[in-house]
């Protein structure tokens, strides 16, 4: 079955950027979302279309494409941006994977 | 506002057949280019995408519990029910629905996964 593969977890001090990869075979030929999920709340949509922002999402939130792999970009990390963050993206036969999600740590 | 909000049991015993509700508001589920997906969220551990359905009735379930899941939608009460069958322990976690709208520029079609509703914790135990 089709997987996307996060580190487990990104750890970097205040105002420092934070990158958080997903790799993933179909990358290369579909979209890729991020979503941030904080303790005891529902996930959010961060990044849609590999690139783009919803309106509402701070612009310190970036995503970026390179083959198999994206790249959440957060700069000038806050302590509230500490979260879970998952990469999707469509499978085969018109299903959705998630990553395994990377636990970002701000120091 | 586009709501969403999962209603079910709190507690599932073992091998019985589960049955969650999505009721949304905001927007209406005969909407073109727009559905309900259905992901589940084990204690400590990753989103599992489970289930979407589509305004036209388009459905597409998870590789490795498509033996298990059905979903269906009653537009007339804004509510897409989600039945999962031989519930094990392992089933256990927060079930979310969220909306999908269905877009299309030259880039090709995405999707937008979003909002999501708040959770609803599903116990398998006897």
């Known amino acids: 079955s089709y997987e996307l593969t996060q580190p487990p977890s990104v750890s970097v001090s205040p105002g420092q950027t934070a990158r958080i990869t997903c790799s993933g075979d179909?990358?290369?030929?579909?979209?890729a979302y991020w979503f941030q999920q904080k303790p005891g709340q529902a996930p959010i949509l961060v990044i849609y279309?590999?690139?783009e922002r919803p309106s509402g999402i701070p612009e310190r939130f970036s995503g970026s494409s390179s083959g198999p792999t994206v790249t959440l970009t957060i700069s000038e990390v806050r302590a509230e941006d500490e979260a879970d963050y998952y990469c999707q993206s469509a499978g085969s036969s018109a299903t959705w994977v998630f990553g395994g999600g990377t636990k970002l740590t701000v120091l | 506002q586009v709501t969403l909000k999962e209603s079910g049991p709190v507690l599932v015993n073992p091998t019985e057949t589960l049955t969650l509700t999505c009721t949304v508001s905001g927007f209406s589920l005969s909407n073109a280019k727009m559905g309900v997906s259905w992901i589940r969220q084990p204690p400590g551990k990753a989103l599992e995408w489970l289930a979407y359905i589509f305004s036209n009735d388009e459905k597409s379930y998870s590789t490795s519990l498509r033996s298990r899941l059905t979903i269906s939608k009653d537009t007339s009460k804004s509510q897409v029910v989600l039945t999962m069958t031989d519930m094990d322990p392992v089933d256990t976690g927060t079930y979310y629905c969220a909306r999908i709208e269905e877009y299309y520029d030259s880039s090709g079609y995405y999707y937008w996964f979003d909002p999501w509703g708040q959770g609803t914790l599903v116990t398998v135990s006897s």
């Open positions: 279309k590999d690139t």
């Open positions: 179909a990358l290369p030929n579909q979209f």
